[in-house]
């Protein structure tokens, strides 16, 4: 699913491409994304405005809009994205890793897959594409409920968010209340950069292991906003059976870790 990386590649698309347009139109008839707000609700709050700005936390996007709106706050889900046209221009859009060719193309042609529009009017949209329909958008969202986002904590404060808790360290990186904007490659990624066991109570790490994790994460964070999601981490291609890990050669073990596959070095980690 989009992870902290892909999200950030969403808001920047609209940050980029969707700010400071007025919208004409809305399509908010999916009641299940569009959930608890019923057709035209959205519509009705949202037209003649603009949105003047993106904001993210975690996997959470939310936009402020123009004469004191409110945000509109769009929720990626297992594989959502975000189109945005302009007259003339092709689509600028961000959001979950879809590949090249054949898959690429199967995506762009089922229009029926997208949950959620903004007509502006100049001509363009903003669409929510969700094949899954596991997408979320709803006004002024909590954004709140959420933990600091993970491209931001600091040692200290990942030192003491792992030592409110004995369960599993890559679990407690999964609990978006803790830390937002961590998924399951990001995790993995960050544990084996630093060689933490995914299965080690969270409040046993030593603090100079809670410290090589933070620094691990922001790093990993970055290289992936850079070349283009959490999939081009480093260990991400050598989850799998029988592979090896790329440092020392030990082969990988898969283990469940917070409900969630987990791979890992057997020698590092």
């Known amino acids: 699913m989009p992870e902290l990386p892909e999200v950030e590649s969403a808001r920047a698309v609209i940050e980029r491409s969707g700010l400071r ?3 004409a139109d809305v399509d908010d008839a999916d009641t299940w994304v569009c959930r608890p707000h019923t057709p035209g609700e ?4 949202l037209v003649g405005r603009t949105l003047t700005r993106a904001n993210r936390r975690g996997k959470s996007i939310w936009c402020d809009t123009s004469d004191d709106g409110p945000a509109l706050g769009i929720h990626l889900g297992m594989s959502g994205r975000i189109h945005i046209s302009k007259p003339d221009r092709e689509d600028d859009e961000g959001g979950d890793y879809v590949g090249t060719g054949r898959r690429r193309q ?4 089922k229009p029926e897959w997208d949950r959620f529009t903004l007509v502006f009017e100049d001509g363009g949209s903003l669409r929510l594409f969700d094949k899954r329909r596991l997408g979320r ?3 002024d969202p909590d954004i709140d409920a959420l933990g600091p986002d993970a491209a931001e904590v600091r040692a200290p404060d990942l030192r003491a968010l792992l030592g409110r808790s004995h369960t599993a360290v890559k679990a407690r990186l999964l609990d978006q209340h803790a830390i937002a904007g961590v998924g399951n490659l990001l995790a993995d990624e960050a544990l084996w950069q ?3 066991d995914p299965r080690k109570p969270a409040d046993e790490l030593t603090a100079e292991e809670a410290t090589t994790l933070a620094r691990t994460l922001r790093t990993s964070i970055r290289r992936a906003l850079k070349n283009g999601g959490v999939h081009t981490g480093e260990i991400i291609k050598h989850r799998k059976r029988g592979d090896h890990c790329p440092r020392c050669g030990a082969e990988m073990q898969r283990a469940t870790v917070g409900g969630r596959t987990t ?3 057997s020698a590092e980690q």
Do not use: E, N, S
């Not at 959205?42 to 709050?45: E, L, V």
């Open 21 to 23: 347009r007025t919208i």
């Open 42 to 45: 959205i519509k009705d709050a």
């Open 106 to 109: 199967a995506r762009a042609t």
């Open 137 to 139: 958008v709803r006004l």
């Open 194 to 196: 630093a060689a933490v």
């Open 263 to 265: 791979w890992f070095c």
